[in-house]
């Protein structure tokens, strides 16, 4: 099982990433809150990986910060998630906002993260609280800043949206009121978030 993969990333576009290690190109998926401090592609980089192997597919899944990663395991341990509402978890929230929401018990901003009801929300608050009790830090690993993802970058966002769950008029409207003059995807994208958890 790979812990920590380290190369060039030569393709990111979310919630893709392609990393290049000695020649040989790794697909991982990732968070937004990997994708906003992810180096230029060409950059060297180096990320904390979960495997995931089942009877059909195998899965990497890449972190910039290992609270990243033990936050996207300990979601997975609720009943009724898997990874696909972990990532959109980590997209939705940083680990120390979520460990807030859960910690105060914030069901309804809980909700507002695609795929997650009000039974799936109740269910992390009980499951999650006693561990996500201080146990969680910032632990940043230096990446660099964020970089533009396409020529595009409402539609990269509304894209990376869509990936992260939200129906399309959603993720085209989040996207579209997200958006400034200059602003690239990763910034729509995270204006999108944010404005999705108030």
Known sequence: MIGRLKG????KQPPWLVIDVHGVGYELEA????????????REVSLFTHYAQKE???????????AERRLFRD????????????????????????ARLIQTGDVTALT????IGKKTAERMVVELRDR???LYGDGVVT???????????????TSALQQLGYKPAEAVRMARDATAAGDDAATIIRKALQSALR
């Open 8 to 11: 060039t990333l030569i393709h």
């Open 31 to 42: 968070p937004m809150s990997t994708f906003y401090d992810l180096p230029e592609v060409g």
């Open 56 to 66: 059909d597919s195998v899965s990497l899944y890449g972190f910039l910060r290992d």
């Open 75 to 98: 979601v997975q341990k609720v009943s009724g998630i898997g990874a696909k509402i972990a990532l959109a978890v980590l997209s939705g929230a940083s680990v120390d906002e979520f």
């Open 112 to 115: 507002r993260i695609p795929g």
């Open 132 to 134: 996500t009790s201080g």
């Open 143 to 157: 990446g660099g800043a964020a970089s533009g993802i396409g020529a595009d970058p409402q539609s990269e966002a």
